[in-house]
Structures are given as C-alpha cells and as structure tokens.
C-alpha cells in the first residue's frame, strides 16, 4: 500500500530517524523460514536501542500497530500482508557479551543473535545450559518470547534478567522472579520488545559440551523433516500427548492442499513445497484440528503465531 498524502508525515518523520532503515511494501516471505507471505507497508530495521524507542514513539503519535519480527521460524504471515509496520533490530542487537567469573558465566546476548550461533560459541568457550536449543532456526529474542525449548528443557532455566522497552518506545528491565513463563510462552507484557537477554550458564569441558550437542543434533536429524521450508511445530503438545501423534493417528501425514503438505515425516510440520499461500497452510492447520477434534476429542492450539491481515474467522493474533 503506497502511502497517502495524510501519511507523509509519517513516512518524512520515520526517513528522518537515524539508525533507522525504512523500506515500503516489503514482501515479507523472505525473512520467514516457511517463506510464505504478503507485503507490510513499513518494514523497518533499527539499529539501536535510541532508533528503536523514537521509531516507537513515532508509530505511536500516528497510531500505527506494528508487531517485531525476528527470525520468522514460528510465524505464518498471510498472503495479504501485514497492515502497519514490522520492525527488525539490527546491528546493536546482534552482539553477545561473555563474563566468568568465580565459576558463574553470564553471557548478555543481543535479542537478534541467532541462538544456533549462540550454541556453537557457548560450547567453544566450554560453557553449558544451553545445548537444548541447538537446531532451533530463531534469535535470541524469539527464543525468549516463545519460551523456546526441546529436549526436555526450555529457556526460561537459564534466563536471568530480560531488557526490553515498551510499546512506547520506554526502556523496562524484568529480573527473572517478575516473569512468568508457561509452555511455549514467556507472558511478557503486550507490546513488550525484548532487546537484550541475561543468561547464566554453566562452565564445563569444551569437549564434553560439543558432544553433548552433536548427540542431540543426532536426535533432532532423525525425527524431524528436512529440505522443505517449514516453520517447526504448528501446534502446541496438548497435556499429556503429542500434536505430531494426534494428527499422524488422524491419518492425516502426507495431506497436501495446494502446494502445502502436512509432512510424511513429522505430522506436526507443514512443508511448504514451493510456491505454497498461506492460506494453504491456514486450510491444513483447520483441516488437521477439525480432524483431530472429531477423533479424539482434543483442540488443537497453534504454536505458530499468525501475522497480518487473515479472512474475518482467522482473525490475527499480531
Ligand atoms: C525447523 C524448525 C525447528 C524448530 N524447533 C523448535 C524447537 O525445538 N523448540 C522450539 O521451542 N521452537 C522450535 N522452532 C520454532 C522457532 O524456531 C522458535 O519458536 C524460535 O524461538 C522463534 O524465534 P524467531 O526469532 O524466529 O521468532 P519469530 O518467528 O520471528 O517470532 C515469533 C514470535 O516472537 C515475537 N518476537 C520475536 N522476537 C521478539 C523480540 N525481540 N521481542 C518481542 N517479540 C519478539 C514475534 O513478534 C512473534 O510473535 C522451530 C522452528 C523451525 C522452523
């Protein structure tokens, strides 16, 4: 959508920001790791923590929702886009910085720093907590957002304190007693963007941490699906089950609407087998709950968030 004269403003007041990259009708399926979705009118990268809270108080003064991608492994963007604007954090969030100190290891960790790159260099110093995250594809933040976790282990064991700001742009630090984190979820309060993380770890052999991750790459590589674009776990594990077993007992792996499919592999992954719409995906997602809710009797509740502009019924969680 090219902006209306009323808008301008806007647009000249974000163009005027330092430390801030505006790009308009940006397609976003690039930067999802299922590669599916429409265009946002404003995708803006900031730079740093003053870019990031003016770009705020700016989409504030002119009422325009916006929501914060990181690396796009957990949502699903529609085909029609995102109405607003989608902020990345860029260069000053993508640092880690390493402590020890008398045994203790903290390490502050940007929110854009990629959690695999995070793995490989905590097991290079030698430092352990955090092999359980090896192979999940987000950032730092998402990863806290989403209470990230496999393995038996989840993130919220090594998270120590959160920093962050506000909708409006103000600056909010969480000790770790302030949050609550649940099942895939770390209920932070809405609008909340996490800047930077503080993990407490563990120190350790070098060797015996590595190996600790090759053995759970091992476990990873067997039972989920490789090859296809993908956005891992469509649905959260009800209590007590598997979302995976459920739909697999529904007879439903293999399923394809358009150029989606629910994978042969892994039931709880949908492969995007090039060229899928969203609402492919949206149709095997209804296609698997219904089923799964006349068998079984259990409500399946998406993992993935949904991003953007859905049908009135499939009304965004953004
Ligand atoms: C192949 C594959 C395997 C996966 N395996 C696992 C797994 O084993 N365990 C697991 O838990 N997940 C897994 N996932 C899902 C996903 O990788 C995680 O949920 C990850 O933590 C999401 O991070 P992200 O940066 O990609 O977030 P995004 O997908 O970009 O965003 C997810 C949500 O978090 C919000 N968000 C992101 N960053 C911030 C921030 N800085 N501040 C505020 N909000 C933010 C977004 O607005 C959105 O609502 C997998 C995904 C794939 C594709």
Redesign the pocket.
């Known amino acids: 959508m090219v902006p209306q004269p009323a808008e301008e403003s806007l647009l000249e007041g974000l163009k005027g920001l330092p430390g801030l990259k505006v790009k308009l009708n940006e397609p976003l399926a690039p930067y999802?790791?299922?590669k599916i979705g429409g265009p946002v009118d404003y995708f803006l990268e900031v730079a740093d923590r003053v870019s990031l809270s003016r770009t705020l108080e700016l989409l504030h003064r002119h009422a325009v929702p916006f929501?914060?991608?990181?690396?796009?492994?957990?949502?699903l963007v529609s085909d029609r886009g995102v109405r607003g604007a989608v902020l990345r954090?860029g260069r000053e969030f993508n640092q880690a910085i390493w402590t020890e100190k008398n045994g203790a290891v903290v390490a502050l960790v940007g929110?854009?720093y990629s959690?695999s790159r995070l793995v490989r260099e905590a097991a290079r110093r030698g430092y352990s907590g955090l092999e359980f995250a090896e192979?999940?594809?987000?950032?730092v933040?998402?990863?806290?957002?989403?209470?990230?976790?496999?393995h038996g282990s989840e993130i919220e064991r090594i998270v120590d304190r959160v920093e962050?700001v506000t909708a409006r742009g103000e600056t909010v630090g969480l000790r770790r007693g302030q949050m609550l984190f649940t099942y895939?979820s770390s209920n932070?309060p809405p609008g909340?963007?996490?800047?930077r993380v503080h993990l407490r770890l563990a120190k350790d052999q070098a060797e015996a941490v590595s190996s600790r991750v090759r053995e759970l790459v091992a476990r990873?590589k067997k039972s989920?699906p490789s090859g296809y674009p993908?956005?891992?776990?469509m649905f959260r594990n009800p209590p007590g089950d598997f979302a995976g077993r459920l739909i697999e007992a529904a007879g439903l792996k293999g399923k394809r609407i358009g150029r989606a499919e629910i994978s042969e592999r892994h039931g709880n992954f949908i492969l995007n087998l090039g060229g899928a719409k969203a609402e492919e995906v949206r149709g095997l997602m209804e296609m698997a709950r219904a089923e799964v809710r006349a068998r079984f009797g259990v409500e399946l509740e998406p993992?993935v968030?949904l991003?953007g502009e859905w049908p009135e019924e499939n009304k965004s969680e953004?």
């Open positions: 999802t790791s299922i929501c914060l991608l990181g690396k796009g492994s957990n949502v954090l929110a854009a959690v192979g999940i594809p987000g950032s933040g998402g990863a806290l957002v989403m209470n990230a976790g496999a962050g895939r932070l909340t963007i996490v800047t990873r989920q993908n956005s891992g776990s993992e968030r991003l953004a």
